[in-house]
């Protein structure tokens, strides 16, 4: 299990000639944010944006991200599923979460995921209706937006403590 959080700042290295590439500068979420489509490595305008998606990524280490060849890591328009997620500007970090009903779960702080096939596992909440130190399963579904993530009303029910 990896946290989105502390992925920022690794290096990204190549196994395939031993070159490294860059850092992680984010985590690309699928729309439904239930899976790590990839990884930003270099920001810039959309077109510069370089990503390396998950296919791409052999393993993940206490320092580094090790990606097959330096060739995993391509343009953002190569890769169309992350492209679509960069140009909706959807971070999930950050976001107020709610349910369809209406009310308030908190804060999505941070997200836990498996670091071997991307798999999302949950979100870590804070905020006044969620308390500190909540965990949220991954839902059935969620709608991410700008400013808010969505999800139905019986997701509250699978919010533990930790």
């Known amino acids: 299990?990896?946290?989105?959080?502390?992925m920022i700042g690794r290096a990204v290295v190549a196994r395939e000639g031993g070159q490294e590439i860059g850092k992680v500068k984010d985590l690309v979420v699928d729309p439904s944010g239930a899976r790590v489509l990839g990884l930003v490595v270099s920001e810039g305008f959309l077109k510069s944006t370089k990503v390396a998606p998950w296919m791409g990524v052999q393993a993940i280490g206490p320092?580094?991200?090790?990606?097959?060849?330096v060739t995993s890591v391509v343009k953002a328009g190569e890769a169309p599923d992350i492209k679509a997620v960069l140009e909706k500007e959807l971070n999930i970090r950050g976001l107020r979460l709610q349910t369809?009903?209406?009310?308030?779960?908190?804060?999505?702080?941070?997200?836990?995921?498996?670091?071997?096939?991307?798999?999302v596992l949950g979100y870590e909440l804070s905020g006044e209706a969620a308390g500190r130190n909540w965990f949220l399963p991954t839902p059935p579904s969620m709608e991410l937006g700008k400013d808010l993530a969505f999800v139905a009303p019986e997701a509250e029910a699978t919010i533990e403590k930790t």
């Open 100 to 119: 369809t009903a209406g009310k308030d779960l908190g804060k999505i702080e941070d997200l836990q995921f498996e670091e071997t096939t991307g798999a």
């Open 63 to 69: 320092d580094s991200v090790i990606l097959t060849a």
């Open 1 to 6: 299990m990896q946290r989105a959080s502390e």
